[in-house]
C-alpha cells in the first residue's frame, strides 16, 4: 500500500484496487483457533460487545478568512481556541483517541480478556495525522496488529467522510465506503484491513427507502462487509411491522428494491438509547449478566448485548469509562457473561452450524406499509405508493432512521443539500466520466472535498457557521472539478 498521507499533503483515499484485492484474498476468519479458543462459547450464558465512535469533521476554519481558511480538524479549530465552548477539552479528547491501545496492553499483560470495538472516520484519522498526532497512531497500531492483542479490539469500516447513508447519493457513499478501506489498509497495513467485517453506519443512519436501502446493503456487501450495525427503532419484521422479537441475536437485513431485487447482510443490533453514559458506566454488560442462554434454529446460543456511544464525548465518557471498562474486563474475563466483539461472537455461531439463513429476517421501517399498499392494488409502483402513505399520515417518511427520532438529516437543510447534489453531480459527470486514474492527484483532489462535503456535522449544528462550512467545501469542490476536470 502507498503512505496514508500522500506528497501532495491529501490522504490516500483512492487506492481501490489494492484494497479490493486484499479483501478478495482474505482468510475466512479474523480470529486462530488459539485465540477462539479463550472463552468457552458453549458455556457462556450471554456476552457483551460494545463499540467506540470517534469523529472529528475537517472545517474550514484555519484562518480568519472563510474563503481561503486551510481545511483543518474541528479537534485543531479547539486547541487553537480553548476559550470557547467546551474546546478546553480537546486534550481529553486527544487522549481518549489513544486510550485503548493504553489499557488493552494493560488488561492482557494481567491475564484478562478485554474486549472492544473501534469505529474512526477517515476524517478523524487524518486530522490527527495532519496535527502530527502520532502517539494516537504508535498506540492504535499495537492492538490492531500484534498478533498478541489484537484478538481484544475489532475495527469497524464507515464512511470516510462520516456521511449519513439515507441522504447521501449511492454513488458518493460508495466511495465514501471505498475511501476509508483505502485509507485504514495505509495507515494499519492489508492485513488489518482483511480483519475489518463490521460496518456502522454514522449517525446510526438506515435508508428505508426500498431502492435506496437495497443500494446501501448492497454496497456493503460489495466491499466485503458481513454484518451491519443497526438501530433497533430503525427496523421491523416484515411479517407485521413491529420491532425486532429477540433483540439480543443475531438478524439477517433483508432490502429489497422498486425492481423486486433483494441483498441482504447480517445485523447486529444496537439495543436501548443514544446516551454516551451506557457505554462509559458498560451497562450493557450488567444488562448481559442478567440474561440466559437463547436459541437460533433450535440451537441453543449465548445472548448478545450490542451498544455503541461515542468515544470522546461527555464527561461521563470522559472520566467514567476508564475504570469502568477496566473493572468489567477483569470482572468479566472467565465468566459466563463474558465480553465478545460481534466477528468474534458470529464466528463461534457458525462453528456451531448457525448460519445466516437460520436468522430472523428484519427490513428497515414502514417498508411493510410499501409492501402492503403495493399488494393491495391501490399504487404500482414504490414511488406512488410512498406518496400516497405520506398523504394518509403525516408521520410516515422516507428520510431513513438514526440514533434519534429528534433529528432530521433532511428537513430544513435545502441551503446544504444543494449545494452537495450539485457537487455530487457534477463529480458524476465530470470526474466519474473522465475515466481518469483514481491514483492522480486531480482524482483524489476532488474525491476529496466531495467526501468532506458529506459529513453530517454540517447538519447536525443547526443553521449558522456549519452550515457556512459546507458551502465553502461545495464551492472548492466545484471550483476543483470545473478547473482540473
Known amino acids: 500500500?502507498?503512505?496514508?498521507?500522500?506528497?501532495?499533503?491529501?490522504?490516500?483515499?483512492?487506492?481501490?484496487?489494492?484494497?479490493?484485492?486484499?479483501?478478495?484474498?482474505?482468510?475466512?476468519?479474523?480470529?486462530?483457533?488459539?485465540?477462539?479458543?479463550?472463552?468457552?462459547?458453549?458455556?457462556?450464558?450471554?456476552?457483551?460487545?460494545?463499540?467506540?465512535?470517534?469523529?472529528?469533521?475537517?472545517?474550514?476554519?484555519?484562518?480568519?478568512?472563510?474563503?481561503?481558511?486551510?481545511?483543518?480538524?474541528?479537534?485543531?479549530?479547539?486547541?487553537?481556541?480553548?476559550?470557547?465552548?467546551?474546546?478546553?477539552?480537546?486534550?481529553?479528547?486527544?487522549?481518549?483517541?489513544?486510550?485503548?491501545?493504553?489499557?488493552?496492553?494493560?488488561?492482557?499483560?494481567?491475564?484478562?480478556?478485554?474486549?472492544?470495538?473501534?469505529?474512526?472516520?477517515?476524517?478523524?484519522?487524518?486530522?490527527?495525522?495532519?496535527?502530527?498526532?502520532?502517539?494516537?497512531?504508535?498506540?492504535?497500531?499495537?492492538?490492531?496488529?500484534?498478533?498478541?492483542?489484537?484478538?481484544?479490539?475489532?475495527?469497524?469500516?464507515?464512511?470516510?467522510g462520516h456521511a449519513v447513508a439515507p441522504s447521501t447519493p449511492v454513488q458518493d457513499y460508495r466511495l465514501n465506503v471505498k475511501a476509508w478501506q483505502s485509507n485504514f489498509a495505509a495507515i494499519f497495513g492489508v492485513e488489518a484491513l482483511q480483519r475489518v467485517r463490521g460496518f456502522s453506519p454514522s449517525e446510526m443512519a438506515l435508508p428505508n427507502h426500498p431502492d435506496t436501502a437495497y443500494e446501501f446493503v448492497k454496497t456493503l456487501k460489495e466491499c466485503g462487509f458481513t454484518w451491519v450495525l443497526v438501530q433497533e427503532?430503525?427496523?421491523?419484521?416484515?411479517?407485521?411491522?413491529?420491532?425486532?422479537?429477540?433483540?439480543?441475536?443475531?438478524?439477517?437485513?433483508?432490502?429489497?428494491?422498486?425492481?423486486?431485487?433483494?441483498?441482504?447482510?447480517?445485523?447486529?443490533?444496537k439495543t436501548q438509547g443514544s446516551d454516551t453514559k451506557l457505554v462509559a458506566q458498560m451497562q450493557p454488560y450488567y444488562e448481559a449478566k442478567g440474561m440466559s442462554r437463547t436459541s437460533i434454529a433450535g440451537k441453543s446460543v449465548p445472548s448478545i448485548v450490542a451498544q455503541i456511544a461515542d468515544g470522546e464525548n461527555g464527561g461521563v465518557m470522559m472520566n467514567e469509562f476508564p475504570p469502568k471498562f477496566m473493572e468489567t474486563a477483569r470482572e468479566s474475563t472467565g465468566s459466563d457473561s463474558p465480553m465478545m466483539n460481534a466477528t468474534e461472537y458470529l464466528e463461534h455461531l457458525e462453528a456451531m452450524g448457525v448460519t445466516e439463513k437460520d436468522l430472523p429476517v428484519l427490513q428497515p421501517l414502514f417498508q411493510k406499509r410499501i409492501w402492503d399498499k403495493m399488494a393491495s392494488g391501490g399504487k404500482k409502483d414504490v414511488a406512488a405508493a410512498i406518496e400516497e402513505l405520506k398523504k394518509e399520515d403525516g408521520r410516515f417518511h422516507m428520510d431513513g432512521g438514526s440514533w434519534t427520532n429528534d433529528i432530521s438529516w433532511v428537513k430544513g437543510y435545502q441551503n446544504v443539500l444543494d449545494p452537495i447534489n450539485q457537487l455530487s453531480a457534477k463529480f458524476a459527470q465530470k470526474v466519474l466520466n473522465s475515466k481518469v486514474s483514481t491514483d492522480e492527484h486531480r482524482y483524489r483532489n476532488a474525491l476529496y472535498y466531495l467526501l468532506v462535503s458529506q459529513t453530517s456535522c454540517f447538519r447536525y449544528w443547526g443553521q449558522g457557521v456549519w452550515t457556512d462550512y459546507a458551502r465553502e467545501i461545495c464551492r472548492r469542490g466545484m471550483e476543483i472539478v470545473d478547473k482540473d476536470f
Open 233 to 269: 427503532h430503525t427496523v421491523e419484521r416484515p411479517e407485521n411491522g413491529h420491532g425486532p422479537e429477540n433483540k439480543y441475536i443475531p438478524h439477517r437485513l433483508v432490502c429489497k428494491n422498486s425492481s423486486g431485487e433483494e441483498a441482504s447482510i447480517i445485523a447486529i443490533i
Open 1 to 160: 500500500m502507498q503512505p496514508e498521507i500522500l506528497e501532495d499533503g491529501l490522504p490516500n483515499i483512492s487506492s481501490f484496487k489494492e484494497a479490493e484485492e486484499a479483501i478478495k484474498s482474505r482468510p475466512k476468519n479474523i480470529l486462530t483457533p488459539a485465540e477462539k479458543s479463550k472463552i468457552n462459547f458453549g458455556n457462556i450464558r450471554s456476552a457483551t460487545a460494545i463499540a467506540l465512535h470517534m469523529h472529528q469533521p475537517l472545517i474550514p476554519a484555519g484562518g480568519g478568512d472563510l474563503g481561503t481558511a486551510d481545511v483543518i480538524s474541528n479537534l485543531k479549530h479547539m486547541m487553537d481556541n480553548p476559550g470557547i465552548g467546551d474546546n478546553h477539552n480537546a486534550s481529553v479528547f486527544h487522549w481518549c483517541y489513544k486510550r485503548i491501545g493504553e489499557f488493552v496492553p494493560q488488561l492482557l499483560n494481567e491475564g484478562k480478556e478485554p474486549r472492544v470495538m473501534l469505529e474512526y472516520s477517515g476524517e478523524l484519522l487524518y486530522g490527527l495525522r495532519k496535527m502530527g498526532l502520532n502517539d494516537v497512531f504508535d498506540a492504535l497500531k499495537y492492538v490492531t496488529c500484534d498478533h498478541s492483542a489484537r484478538r481484544a479490539v475489532e475495527w469497524l469500516g464507515c464512511p470516510w
